[in-house]
């Protein structure tokens, strides 16, 4: 007995049994939808009743990827679509066909300039050795669309780095930029489960100019950390000026609906440098903290 073999499993595997049902031959009984094997019958998957399942799977899916691919943390890049990189800027003014769509071109040009701080904030963290267990952290993670998505994912790509690209189903055409890892190029159809995705692994987040899908996604984070439902990380938002151009947080601290404390929940910051340090930083003092708390 000392040489005996106790087999791991003695059931097939679903792919083993998935393989074996397309051979079956064809009957009325066979042929029948109700025959199908439930995880091989999309029209079964699709149904209303089973969006609790999908919700399941969706969830599921980027996890398993994520851990193969022995992924840590990561660095989260939120910012807008529509923010041309800076060597194709003209073409945006040269588009424009009256003063107001001039003024919005130039505004966007004008942004241009953080196209290239994301390349380069995403080079910087890209460069972050793995652990002593191998696992990889601050891996670049995007939206994996173009634009500020686009300069995260391209700035990974410069220093051969993998890098993540959360993608989303859209009434018009979504393609993932061609800068993401293939095999970390995943695609969802809630938005929500997109939004648990991005944060389940972030320890920093940089949020670029943007309009809704950007705000959305921003402010989600605050909520989460000034209510306790996640520990504080480091929260950059770059370029000062936009920020208190489009949000008033001093007024919502004057209006009472907001703490004065809540607004160090995030950081201005004007250059890829500057938020690198700060993150940085925030580690260094919470690795002392730790410390002296003999953590």
């Excluded at 695609?187 to 972030?202: G, I, P, T, V």
């Excluded at 909520?223 to 000026?241: A, C, D, N, S, W």
Aim: proline share 5%; with cysteine.
């Amino acid at each position: 007995m000392s040489d005996t073999r106790v087999p791991s499993r003695v059931f097939p595997r679903a792919k083993q049994d998935a393989e074996v049902a397309k051979t079956s031959i064809s009957t009325p009984q066979t042929e029948s939808p109700a025959y199908s094997l439930a995880f091989q019958d999309m029209d079964f998957l699709l149904r209303e009743d089973l969006r609790p399942v999908r919700f399941q799977l969706e969830l599921l899916k980027t996890q398993l990827i994520l851990e193969e691919a022995h992924i840590g943390s990561t660095f989260v890049f939120y910012g807008s679509a529509r923010i041309p990189e800076p060597a194709k800027a003209q073409a945006l003014l040269d588009l424009a066909t009256d003063d107001k769509s001039r003024r919005i071109a130039e505004r966007l040009v004008a942004k241009s300039k953080y196209y290239d701080m994301a390349r380069e904030l995403a080079q910087l963290c890209s460069n972050f050795p793995r652990d002593e267990a191998g696992k990889r952290h601050f891996v670049v993670c995007s939206g994996g669309g173009p634009s500020i998505m686009e300069a995260a994912n391209r700035g990974a790509a410069d220093v051969h780095a993998e890098s993540i690209g959360l993608n989303i189903v859209l009434p018009h055409e979504q393609a993932p930029n061609p800068y993401v890892t293939p095999s970390l190029s995943t695609q969802f159809h809630y938005f929500a489960l997109r939004k648990m995705h991005f944060l389940l692994h972030a320890r920093a987040l940089a949020a670029f100019p943007g309009g809704f899908g950007t705000f959305d996604e921003l402010f989600e984070l605050l909520t989460l950390i000034q209510t306790g439902k996640i520990e504080p990380m480091p929260v950059l938002l770059f370029g000062r000026e936009f920020w208190e151009r489009v949000v008033n947080f001093e007024a919502l601290v004057e209006e009472g609906v907001v703490s004065e404390r809540d607004l160090g929940i995030f950081r201005y910051v004007e250059s890829a440098a500057e938020g690198w340090a700060v993150v940085q930083q925030f580690y260094r003092d919470r690795q002392a903290r730790n410390d002296a708390a003999g953590k």
